[in-house]
């Protein structure tokens, strides 16, 4: 038995998470050297030190909700900034475990420590990327989306931008909430060969394009969309591509096509006058 607990403690010791024994008053009875190490201090000098001497003050909120909700169900977690004693900050994220007695009382807790410094970093990073490519997406003329063929045949849209929204007359979370949102504003003579080039496309896996008409409240309008198909990790299709309002051109091609049926037809009633004379 002696031999078991020792081959513990020298388990908890030399641990890579940080660990600590906590009496009832909060103060440091024991640590691990990935606790002291986490906190650039040598482990006895914790001894008698107080936990929340190494917590940020602004979160010591998150701290005080943390150690309440250990006293209440047992074991808590949250994620906040730990202080060296150096005073530099770290994010850390840590989990509270009640210590009872014999007789159920409060005898302490243990915390067990780890540093998502790096982790905090990359997230802040993605979401920068996000917010850029949010604004980049909404400021590109036409529209940014990407289109799931699932392998159940079902459709969705993980994500369209607000120009894609304006186009089609949907508002961006109701396309993303359910395809046939889109699809049910696309003119009834324009949906099934929609769907044939989608098919077409996903089975031949060749590039996507379609020209066809969307019903909205401002009317009728022309799209054209492309998009390239690449497999998923689940075996989804999935399209990422540019959609773009050609309601324009197309006003002006007929334009052009009535223009020159026009001219053509003056120019067949003139060589019939030329004929008669």
Known sequence: AESELLDISMALKNAVEGIAKV?????????????????????????????????ASEDMGKWLTCFGGMLRDGKSEA?????????????????????????????????????????????????????RFHH???????????????????????????????????????AMDDASNVFNNVHPEDLHPLMETIEESARE???????????????????HAI???????DGDISFNGLLTDITDKKVADQKIRTLNENLSERVEKLAAVNQEL
């Not at 159920?104 to 410094?117: L, N, V």
């Not at 896996?205 to 799209?223: P, Y």
């Open 227 to 233: 998009s390239t198909p690449e497999y998923t990790e």
């Open 136 to 174: 980049l997406a909404t400021h590109v003329p036409g529209g940014i989306y990407q289109f799931i063929r699932h392998t159940n045949g079902l459709y969705s849209f993980p994500y369209v931008s607000p120009g894609f929204g304006r186009i089609v007359g949907v508002e961006p979370d109701r």
């Open 79 to 131: 994620e906040l900034l730990g202080v060296t004693d150096g005073g530099a900050q770290f994010h850390e994220q840590i989990t509270l475990v009640k210590k009872v007695g014999t007789n159920s009382d409060f005898e302490g807790y243990y915390i067990f420590d780890k540093d998502i410094t790096k982790r905090k970093a990359t997230e802040a990073s993605l979401q920068k990327s996000e917010a």
């Open 23 to 55: 009496n009832e008053d909060s103060r440091f009875l024991s640590v691990n050297e990935s606790y002291a190490s986490l906190h650039g201090m040598p482990s006895h000098d914790f001894i008698g030190r107080k936990v929340t001497d190494f917590i």
């Open 205 to 223: 896996m060749t590039v996507f394009v379609f020209e066809g008409r969307i019903l909205t409240d401002q009317g009728v309008r022309w799209f």
